[in-house]
């Protein structure tokens, strides 16, 4: 093209050049004389979900479960009961600030807000030197909250507004959060977005609004908030699980002490110290009683046999009668005192009536004399000097006399045997069926023992 032809085409479309060019200008400008600026601000968490520490020693990780463990604090960040309380935090912060602060909030926002703010909201916040404990407010995020605010005055400001806005529908701060309003309504509040970094531990939340304070402040209510409501849930749950691991180990500790209870009661109502040693001891003991028993009967058995034997062979005349009649009244006599004297220093022996010595010494005496008048009774029938056997009576009377002793004293001892063995085999009735008891009582110890210990692991687990 050449010029000239260029210069005809300028001039045959300069009103259109002229008055486009024109009208652009006049409406970039329109639409830049009030310019709607929009700040963005991002925060992490650190969850600590998929590589955080654990009690549990040995846990493994689990993909499905750290994924539904994500999804769960992600769905309490996007929850509305979250961007309640954030939207509700956010308004008392801005309402207690004496002045207009770009940190907090814009000169220009702030002026807006007390414009449309009613003046009977103003009672609601709390203006009282409130001093409270630290450890019931949350923690200051990276120092972003206002100093010129006491803590306590705006936690309790918080609740107040909660308070009204479940009170009805009608009230200032439920509209507030539930219309149109650009910084603290759920509607604004909800375009917060919150996403997981890739596998990590870090969740970033992401908001844009036009106040670059207020971008910042609701992210920072947002993560304090956040962190609150995910912990109570955490707590709560586990305090579910400890309250109950400490009811079912107060009851196991109860059927513990119950069981040891039966176990004392049990021994000190049949006098046991150690039953194991004490049934072994009781088991020799009867063992040996039986045997010396036994060969005490044999041996009287043998004297008895003897006896006969040495009679049989003495055919003594009437007198010789008469004096055996005499010599064995005595011998009864002298098997009755014996007795009375093996019993006696029985009782003695076991410590029962240790004040008996001087009657035992004296039923000794009265058979030493006893002894002595059969002796001198036999005596008298020596003067027979033949036995109708024709054996000199002179050696069969002592050997008769002798088998005739011994046998009373092995009488009276087996007597003082037979009331022992009653009495030890009450004892022996006892031990035999405690042994069971014992060990049923002992089993039931065992397994609540082990069920407080398996149930004490589990708490200190939760």
């Given at each position: 093209?050449?010029?000239?032809?260029?210069?005809?085409?300028?001039?045959?479309?300069?009103?259109?050049?002229?008055?486009?060019?024109t009208?652009?200008?006049?409406?970039?400008?329109?639409?830049?004389?009030?310019?709607?600026?929009?700040?963005s601000?991002?925060?992490?968490?650190?969850?600590?979900?998929?590589?955080?520490?654990?009690?549990?020693?040995?846990?493994?990780?689990?993909?499905?479960a750290t994924?539904t463990a994500?999804?769960n604090?992600?769905?309490?960040?996007?929850s509305?009961?979250?961007?309640?309380?954030?939207?509700?935090?956010?308004?008392a912060?801005?309402?207690?600030?004496?002045?207009?602060?770009?940190k907090f909030i814009?000169?220009?926002?702030?002026?807006k807000?007390?414009s449309?703010?009613?003046?009977?909201l103003?009672?609601?916040?709390?203006?009282?030197k409130?001093?409270?404990?630290?450890?019931e407010?949350?923690?200051?995020?990276?120092?972003?909250?206002?100093?010129?605010?006491?803590?306590?005055?705006?936690?309790k400001?918080v609740?107040?507004?909660?308070?009204?806005?479940?009170?009805?529908?009608?009230?200032f701060?439920?509209?507030l959060?539930?219309?149109?309003?650009?910084?603290?309504?759920?509607?604004?509040?909800s375009?917060?977005?919150?996403?997981?970094?890739?596998n990590?531990?870090?969740?970033?939340?992401?908001?844009?609004?036009?106040?670059?304070g207020?971008?910042?402040?609701?992210?920072?209510?947002?993560?304090?908030?956040?962190i609150?409501?995910?912990?109570n849930?955490?707590?709560?749950?586990?305090?579910?699980?400890?309250?109950?691991f400490?009811?079912?180990?107060?009851?196991?500790?109860?059927?513990?002490?119950?069981?040891e209870?039966?176990l004392?009661?049990f021994?000190?109502s049949?006098?046991?110290?150690?039953?194991?040693?004490?049934?072994?001891?009781?088991?020799v003991?009867?063992?040996?009683?039986?045997?010396?028993?036994?060969?005490?009967?044999?041996?009287?058995?043998?004297?008895?046999?003897?006896?006969?034997?040495?009679?049989?062979?003495?055919?003594?005349?009437?007198?010789i009668?008469?004096?055996?009649?005499?010599v064995l009244?005595?011998?009864?006599?002298l098997?009755?005192l014996?007795?009375?004297?093996?019993?006696m220093q029985a009782?003695?022996?076991?410590?029962?009536n240790?004040?008996?010595l001087?009657?035992?010494?004296?039923?000794?005496?009265?058979?030493?004399?006893?002894?002595n008048?059969i002796?001198?009774?036999i005596?008298?029938?020596?003067?027979?000097?033949?036995?109708?056997d024709?054996?000199?009576?002179?050696?069969?009377?002592?050997?008769?006399?002798?088998?005739?002793v011994?046998?009373?004293?092995i009488?009276?001892?087996?007597?003082v045997?037979?009331?022992?063995n009653?009495?030890?085999?009450?004892?022996?009735?006892i031990?035999?069926?405690?042994?069971?008891?014992?060990?049923?009582?002992?089993?039931?110890?065992?397994?609540?023992?082990q069920?407080?210990l398996?149930?004490?692991?589990?708490?200190?687990l939760?």
């Open positions: 093209m050449k010029l000239i032809e260029f210069i005809r085409l300028i001039l045959k479309h300069k009103i259109l050049l002229i008055i486009v060019p009208l652009l200008a006049v409406l970039v400008t329109l639409l830049t004389v009030k310019p709607h600026f929009e700040y601000s991002q925060s992490l968490l650190y969850t600590g979900l998929a590589s955080g520490s654990s009690i549990e020693m040995d846990k493994t990780f689990n993909y499905q994924n994500f999804d604090l992600i769905n309490i960040i996007q509305r009961e979250t961007q309640e309380e954030v939207g509700i935090r956010l308004l912060q801005h309402l207690m600030l004496p002045k207009a602060n770009p814009s000169s220009a926002n702030f002026d807000l007390k449309k703010i009613p003046k009977d103003y009672q609601y916040i709390e203006k009282g409130t001093v409270a404990n630290k450890s407010l949350p923690e200051n995020s990276d120092g972003l909250f206002p100093p010129e605010i006491n803590r306590a005055n705006f936690e400001t609740q107040n507004f909660i308070a009204l806005k479940n009170s009805s529908n009608t009230n701060v439920y509209e959060l539930n219309y149109e309003d650009p910084h603290y309504s759920i509607k604004a509040i375009s917060i977005t919150a996403i997981r970094i890739s990590s531990d870090l969740v970033k939340l992401n908001y844009k609004v036009d106040d670059p207020i971008c910042q402040q609701t992210l920072a209510i947002y993560n304090e908030v956040c609150k409501n995910y912990r849930i955490k707590e709560n749950r586990s305090d579910a699980v400890v309250k109950y400490e009811r079912q180990l107060a009851i196991a500790n109860e059927k513990l002490k119950k069981g209870d039966k004392l009661d021994n000190k049949y006098n046991i110290i150690n039953y194991y040693e004490q049934s072994k001891a009781v088991a003991v009867k063992e040996d009683m039986e045997v010396d028993y036994n060969k005490k009967r044999a041996e009287l058995a043998g004297l008895e046999a003897s006896t006969k034997r040495l009679e049989k062979k003495l055919s003594l005349q009437d007198v009668q008469q004096k055996s009649n005499a009244e005595k011998k009864k006599k098997g009755e014996n007795y009375k004297i093996a019993l009782e003695i022996e076991s410590g029962k240790p004040k008996d001087v009657k035992l010494e004296e039923f000794k005496s009265q058979s030493e004399n006893l002894l008048d002796s001198k009774s005596n008298d029938l020596y003067s027979y000097q033949n036995t109708v024709g054996l000199p009576v002179n050696k069969v009377l002592p050997d008769w006399m002798d088998n005739i011994e046998a009373e004293n009488k009276a001892k087996l007597k045997m037979d009331t022992d009653k009495k030890f085999q009450k004892q022996y009735e031990y035999a069926p405690a042994g069971a008891n014992i060990t049923r009582i002992e089993r039931e110890i065992s397994v609540s023992e069920e407080s398996e149930i004490l692991h589990g708490l200190n939760a």
